[in-house]
């Protein structure tokens, strides 16, 4: 879990510094309780917290509550699931009225979590199965991220290609982006993977090149390459660059950065599309979920934060250059309709 | 008094390779007596006290303990015959991280009978019985490393004597030790005498000789060269067995000079130290000699800077001299060969071209770049005029004999020309042939600067000098030109006693 | 020579044709002018850091940062282009000067404090991973990032720096030779140069060999040291900066990988002609065995961890030749 959530994207900070300095409305009166009032207490139990991903995610949480007028707490155990075990414990002896888990380890969360629940506070999990039914899951959808950007490559390039494919086993989000793969591997009986490779060796992207290169040698008549995290297509790009082959092969991939977008710009960049999800906009709905939750209403189990494809043309046309350009011209990015009945205030609204 | 041997050996001999060490040793030890052991560095001492207490197997010849054939093949079956070795290095008999306890009782917590559970309350028994029987007053709680040096001695023999041995080999043992710290393991080995246990000890300290011992045997090349019982002990006698007296007067022709290189003005070389002056002239060789530890390399490492000295000052060549570090030195045209050239002089990975050129890299290269063809050149007619014995310049070190490594280590500052040539125990274990190429390459270039050696044997000396300068505690006590020398009152001015005490 | 002495002194370059040969038949396309850059330009990274390291290991240290030192030169040049928006000629500056700056503190710290050296570069190491994050708070650097002060950084890499990494000298087939490789080359030459022929090198491996002989031989120990610390450092930062040249951005990273593969370059080294010592050929040439190695396997399809494995196998094999066959380790 650790490393899973480091690799995967390094996103919107643009987003969610713009977001923050937003002002927002009154709040209106005719919000369900507890929100009638401001002052409602939430907890942020954190168990990873360095990296693009996590600051954006803070900010779409301090976004969504702010935009409810909710006091939060942010509890940080920065990697030590015993730790983060205890906060849960702290948070309950705050008095909080709602507790957002973020991240952990299952065998040590679980118990904690049910603590909290016994305790009558309302609990949501991102991205950790606390295995608890009356406790909704916020995730993003992984098999929808490889989906959408591979959806995309047998748009651009036919159902018939000769594919480079870079993969790691044994990461969570990767192995579940892996099943979408293989899926349409057998989907398309002309798609056929001619070269597989891909190392966590940091700087990932340096390494990943390395490999890429050789790869491109071996095989000068891949087409295709399935990049299915950010950090290997910026790999894969370099090598195609350096070997010049930047006209004759694509990359789709998932995630995205201001980086990247500045690599999928560049002119004759081979970076075709990525498919991403926005992590403020999942820091938002996990506060909708919790607050559905204390208003009496059901999320649902499953909170599914839905990705956002973003091609090359995208950017090109709509002339959009950092995350900031990203959420304002592409709508679809900067908010997700998930976890939104009528009285939820929407923080990215003008 | 005397009564029969506890211990006795005939004939020991033991080589290494080619390198005869012991010759033939025979050795008798006594119940309830103190006999001191001396010998030069190299003479044979610690070999024989390693073959006695097991680490090296005998070449040849016999040993008996309280009447009983005695022929250990490790430590461990010596310490259970009865034969108990404390040796030099302090920290080799204890266990620093431990409390004294554990330490005193140490040899009990391993081996076939010893309990499996450490019982802390059992230890503490064991160890205040230990330490009752030897007057020990020292802490048992407390941990080595917290201890003194003298205190860390009593527990390394305390932790001998828990064995109760029959033979009990001191090895240097107030080598590091201050006189009050002295006194206290004086009083002990006093102890022990009355308790009957048969002592050898090792030491070069004319002091601790004197106090202690009840018979002296001198060691010299291999051999016991002399065997002194009689009261009063005659120490000159036995410094003078230990030192030799082969000597080959005829083989020099002194050289007196008048042209000054270095003179030395009150030079203290420690606290406490009485200063000292002197003089080294053009051409002429000058040797220190005495016993270890009386300040001879202390000295050499001022005059070279490695060392400051705590007070006084030094003139080369009419200008004032004080080296702030070896670099300095060597600018000043001042070169040391430094005595232990394992230690201290052959670099491992260089081959004997590299290890001549180290010290005059920047007299040998342009821009920065090393002048190889130079290095060469200078490599080879080093190797020719000291006779050094390789194949070639690119010969690995370990590859030569302990005298051709020496000859290089001198052939390193011979390439290039001195002001003051110092050679600090230059002959250590080198055999007699290479000394004397060595002593004789020394003289023989000996014109446009002065030579100063310390050497501890006085054969070496003799051999070499114009002049010989005697040294004790840390300052010059005598001067001798090598003509005619009173070797009588040399020995005395080595032994550091009054003159002709014993005569 | 003996058999047993040729084995020593040819056997790891025998080994590195015969991977070569193999790879030739196993993998088409292997052999080529630009799978021979391939292999330099993956290689010129590392080999300059193990080019730096070798250094310190001349004069019997080690130095554990120079990983990390690499990736903060990185993220130095990074912000100092994106964020302080200067031109590339400062952004090398600094790099240069971080480098120089932690060499002479590694130095320090071990010369005069006497702290041994894998625990004061270790110590370094930790230091930096640090410190590179904390002008971002712990954010990668590209073009358009917002910082903590909510402000927008819209400097860029200029091209210049770019060039560093990603342009290409012309070398009988046009856009052959990149400049990273370039750079790995001059240097190589330079150190090995310099450690083989010139006094300063003479005396690093005197310090290495007895440093109490080559003190009584005159040479300044401690600045020998020091020195050689900052050669480290030096080379970390030139290796951060073609990283941060090829990756256009600044990453944050340890660079743990890194030191890996470049004290495994270093060691593999010691092998090479026998030579049983640290020196710079031998690790020239042990990058390029890994380099080889990995991009023979990579264009097979063998997966990350049989990469790692085998450059294990690799090192295990040079330090055995090293030390158990040469018989000249122990020192």
């Not at chain 1, 087409?223 to 370099?238: C, L, N, Q, S």
């Not at chain 1, 970076?271 to 926005?278: D, F, G």
């Not at chain 2, 029959?166 to 206290?184: F, G, M, N, Y």
Request: glycine share 10%; charged share 20%; proline share 4%.
């Amino acid at each position: 879990m650790n490393i899973t959530r480091r690799l995967l994207g390094k996103v919107a900070l643009g987003l969610a510094g713009a977001t923050m300095l937003m002002q927002f409305p009154a709040l209106a009166a005719d919000k369900p309780a507890p929100f009638d009032k401001p002052g409602v207490k939430i907890a942020l139990v954190r168990y990873l917290s360095t990296g693009d991903f996590f600051q954006a995610y803070l900010s779409g949480v301090e976004a969504q509550s702010k935009a409810l007028g909710i006091d939060l707490r942010v509890l940080d155990s920065r990697q030590d699931a015993a730790l983060q075990s205890d906060m849960v414990d702290q948070a309950i002896a705050l008095g909080v009225q709602g507790i957002i888990i973020q991240h952990g380890l299952t065998e040590s969360m679980k118990d904690a979590a049910q603590r909290a629940v016994d305790a009558g506070i309302k609990v949501v999990a991102f991205d950790v199965n606390v295995e608890n039914p009356k406790i909704p899951q916020v995730e993003q959808s992984d098999r929808d991220l490889a989906r959408l950007a591979l959806e995309q490559a047998v748009k651009d390039n036919g159902d018939s290609w000769k594919a480079g494919y870079v993969y790691v086993a044994g990461i969570a989000p990767l192995d579940r982006r892996n099943e979408t793969w293989v899926d349409v591997k057998k989907k398309y009986a002309g798609i056929s993977e001619v070269a597989m490779f891909g190392t966590l060796d940091n700087p990932i992207a340096n390494s990943v090149a390395n490999q890429a290169r050789s790869v491109l040698s071996a095989h000068p008549d891949i087409k295709v390459m399935f990049a299915p995290y950010d950090e290997f297509a910026k790999g894969v790009k370099i090598a195609v660059d350096e070997a010049g082959l930047n006209k004759g092969i694509k990359i789709y991939s998932a995630d995205i950065s201001t980086s990247d977008i500045a690599a999928m710009r560049e002119p004759d960049s081979a970076w075709a599309a990525t498919a991403a999800t926005n992590p403020a906009v999942v820091g938002q709905v996990s506060v909708r979920a919790l607050a559905q939750l204390l208003a009496g209403e059901d999320p649902g189990h499953n909170v599914v934060v839905p990705p956002t494809l973003i091609t090359q043309k995208d950017l090109i046309d709509k002339d959009i250059k950092n995350m900031e350009d990203l959420s304002a011209k592409l709508p679809q990015f900067a908010h997700a309709d998930v976890a939104m009945p009528a009285w939820m205030p929407n923080p990215n609204a003008k | 008094m005397v009564g029969n041997a506890v211990f006795r050996a005939e004939g020991l001999r033991k080589s290494f390779g080619q390198n005869e060490v012991l010759g033939g040793v025979s050795l008798e030890l006594h119940a309830g007596e103190v006999t001191v052991l001396m010998g030069a560095n190299g003479a044979g001492k610690s070999t024989l006290v390693k073959i006695i207490s097991g680490v090296y197997e005998r070449g040849d010849g016999t040993m008996g303990l309280a009447g009983q054939a005695f022929a250990p093949n490790t430590p461990a079956e010596a310490i259970r015959a009865g034969v108990v070795t404390v040796h030099q290095n302090i920290n080799d008999g204890v266990v620093a991280d431990l409390d004294v306890a554990t330490n005193l009782t140490l040899d009990r917590l391993s081996g076939s009978g010893a309990p499996f559970l450490f019982n802390p309350a059992r230890v503490r028994r064991q160890a205040k019985a230990v330490a009752d029987r030897m007057g020990l007053a020292i802490d048992l709680k407390a941990r080595v490393s917290d201890l003194s040096l003298a205190d860390r001695q009593m527990v390394a023999i305390a932790r001998a004597l828990a064995h109760q041995p029959k033979v009990l080999i001191l090895d240097e043992p107030t080598s590091s030790l201050s006189s009050a710290e002295a006194d206290r393991l004086f009083a002990l080995i006093d102890r022990l005498r009355e308790q009957g246990v048969a002592i050898l000890y090792i030491s070069h300290r004319m002091s601790d000789i004197r106090r202690l011992a009840d018979r002296i045997v001198s060691m010299r090349d291999g051999i016991i060269s002399g065997v002194f019982d009689k009261k009063p002990l005659d120490y000159e006698g036995a410094v003078n067995a230990m030192l030799g007296r082969k000597i080959h007067l005829d083989q020099i022709v002194v050289r007196d000079s008048a042209d000054i290189v270095l003179k030395i003005d009150g030079l203290r070389i420690a606290q406490g130290a009485k200063p000292i002056s002197l003089t080294l002239g053009d051409g002429e060789v000058v040797a220190i000699t005495g016993l270890v530890g009386v300040g001879k390399t202390a000295l050499a490492e001022t005059l070279f800077g490695v060392r400051k000295p705590v007070a006084g000052t030094m003139v080369l060549n009419g200008k004032p001299y004080a080296p702030g570090s070896t670099g300095e030195a060597i600018a000043a045209g001042v070169f040391l060969v430094a005595k232990d050239r394992g230690e201290n002089g052959i670099v491992g990975g260089f081959n004997i071209q590299e290890n001549i050129s180290l010290p005059f890299h920047k007299r040998m290269s342009r821009f920065a770049v090393l002048r190889r063809r130079l290095e060469r050149i200078t490599a080879r007619q080093q190797i020719e005029e000291l006779g050094i014995v390789c194949r070639s310049e690119k010969d690995e070190m370990s590859a030569l004999s302990g005298g051709n490594q020496q000859k290089v280590m001198v052939a390193r500052w011979m390439a290039q020309d001195a002001g003051l040539f110092i050679l600090d125990e230059p002959f250590q274990g080198v055999d007699i042939s290479a000394r004397r190429d060595i002593a004789a390459k020394l003289r023989a270039s000996a014109n446009g600067r002065a030579t100063l050696l310390f050497v501890t044997e006085l054969d070496e000396a003799l051999e070499t000098a114009d002049r010989i300068l005697v040294m004790s505690e840390q300052t010059i006590v005598g001067e001798h030109r090598n003509a005619d020398v009173d070797l009588d009152r040399l020995l005395a001015e080595v032994a550091g006693g009054p003159l002709h005490s014993a005569a | 020579m003996t058999l047993r002495d040729h084995a020593i002194r040819y056997g790891f370059i025998v080994l590195l044709f015969g991977l070569v040969a193999y790879f030739a038949i196993a993998a088409d396309g292997f052999v080529s002018p630009q799978s021979a850059v391939f292999i330099f330009q993956s290689v010129a990274i590392t080999g300059v850091l193990a080019l730096g390291v070798t250094a310190t290991l001349v004069v019997g240290g080690f130095d554990l940062s120079i990983g990390s030192v690499a990736t903060s030169a990185m993220m130095a040049a990074a912000y100092v282009m994106v964020v302080l928006e200067q031109n590339a000629l400062v952004a090398v500056v600094v790099c240069l000067l971080i480098g120089a700056i932690v060499g002479l503190i590694n130095g320090w710290l071990i010369v005069y404090m006497r702290v041994p050296d894998l625990l004061a570069t270790l110590g370094m190491m930790f230091l930096l991973v640090g410190l590179q994050r904390i002008p971002t708070e712990g954010r990668s650097i590209a073009t358009g990032m917002t910082m903590p002060d909510g402000s927008v950084a819209n400097g860029k890499f200029s091209d210049a720096f770019l060039a560093l990494g990603r342009h290409r000298f012309d070398f009988f087939i046009p856009n052959l030779i990149p400049v990273s490789v370039v750079v790995l080359l001059v240097l190589a030459v330079l150190i090995w140069f310099f450690l083989e022929y010139t006094r300063f090198g003479r005396m690093m491996y005197a310090v290495g060999s007895n440093e109490r002989a080559a003190e009584l031989a005159g040479a300044p120990v401690k600045a020998y040291k020091i020195w050689a610390y900052v050669i480290s450092g030096v080379f970390a930062s030139i290796s951060g900066i073609l990283l941060a040249a090829r990756l256009g951005r600044g990453d944050i990273a340890s660079g743990n990988n890194l030191l890996l593969d470049a004290v495994a370059a270093a060691l593999i080294g010691y092998a090479v002609l026998g030579a049983a010592k640290p020196n710079a050929f031998g690790t020239a040439v042990g990058a390029l065995f890994v380099g080889i190695l990995l991009q023979g396997l990579t264009m097979m399809n063998a997966p990350y961890y049989t990469q790692d494995f085998v450059k294990g196998v690799v090192l295990v094999v040079a330090l055995v030749f090293t030390f158990a066959l040469s018989g000249r380790g122990r020192r």
